[in-house]
T-cell receptor, first 111, second 119 residues
Framework: EAQVTQNPRYLITVTGKKLTVTCSQNMNHEYMSWYRQDPGLGLRQIYYSMNVEVTDKGDVPEGYKVSRKEKRNFPLILESPSPNQTSLYFC??????????FGQGTRLTVV | AQKITQTQPGMFVQEKEAVTLDCTYDTSDPSYGLFWYKQPSSGEMIFLIYQGSYDQQNATEGRYSLNFQKARKSANLVISASQLGDSAMYFCAMREGTRYGGSQGNLIFGKGTKLSVKP
């Protein structure tokens, strides 16, 4: 089944404790991206990647890191999480054209 | 400036009636794609419909149709015969530079419209 898999689905952590949210897709898509969703703000792009070893900042990259060592994986790293990074996170993948396929989302709470 | 504007934060519709969700966009790129996604309360993002800027006809997918007015830069979603299961957040999104696949494929979202279907 074609899918984008994010883990974990839910995470509560403390300020400053490094964490990684994993994302994997099985559709051989070139393009992957991370979004955060906050009430009233819609989805805002954090980082995106056009292919292996090619990444770039989206609209809200501060406090986040990504890597794209393999085509299927695109982890999101929070080196030192803060409460303002409490949000719903989505990973998405697509070809250059066509719709984006989204993961199930990761609800992150930083206390 | 916002690239995707959804002016209706919330809307109500009676079951079995049609509803239009508004979306306007801003781009100077002649090649772009417009998308609508549905997000039910469970949280997942569900792709509904796509319209390319060079498409001659309005896109349709079952009960969903896209009222594409290029000159006005609007891409409204029309849901016919609303069902209770249509209650959800709806997001309009745009990707620029789609014709030849040369863009970075950046998908830009509006802030969403929350649709509530009344029985």
């Amino acid at each position: 089944e074609a899918q984008v898999t994010q883990n974990p689905r839910y995470l509560i952590t403390v300020t400053g404790k490094k964490l990684t949210v994993t994302c994997s897709q099985n559709m051989n898509h070139e393009y992957m991206s991370w979004y955060r969703q906050d009430p009233g703000l819609g989805l805002r792009q954090i980082y995106y990647s056009m292919n292996v070893e090619v990444t770039d900042k989206g609209d809200v990259p501060e406090g986040y890191k990504v890597s794209r060592k393999e085509k299927r994986n695109f982890p999101l790293i929070l080196e030192s999480p803060s409460p303002n990074q409490t949000s719903l996170y989505f990973c998405a993948s697509s070809l250059r054209r066509g719709e984006a396929f989204f993961g199930q989302g990761t609800r992150l709470t930083v206390v | 400036a916002q690239k995707i504007t959804q002016t209706q934060p919330g809307m109500f519709v009676q079951e079995k009636e049609a509803v239009t969700l508004d979306c306007t966009y801003d781009t100077s790129d002649p090649s772009y794609g417009l998308f609508w996604y549905k997000q039910p309360s469970s949280g997942e993002m569900i792709f509904l419909i796509y319209q390319g800027s060079y498409d001659q006809q309005n896109a349709t997918e079952g009960r969903y149709s896209l009222n594409f007015q290029k000159a006005r830069k609007s891409a409204n979603l029309v849901i016919s015969a609303s069902q209770l299961g249509d209650s959800a957040m709806y997001f309009c999104a745009m990707r620029e530079g789609t014709r030849y696949g040369g863009s970075q494929g950046n998908l830009i979202f509006g802030k969403g419209t929350k649709l509530s279907v009344k029985p």
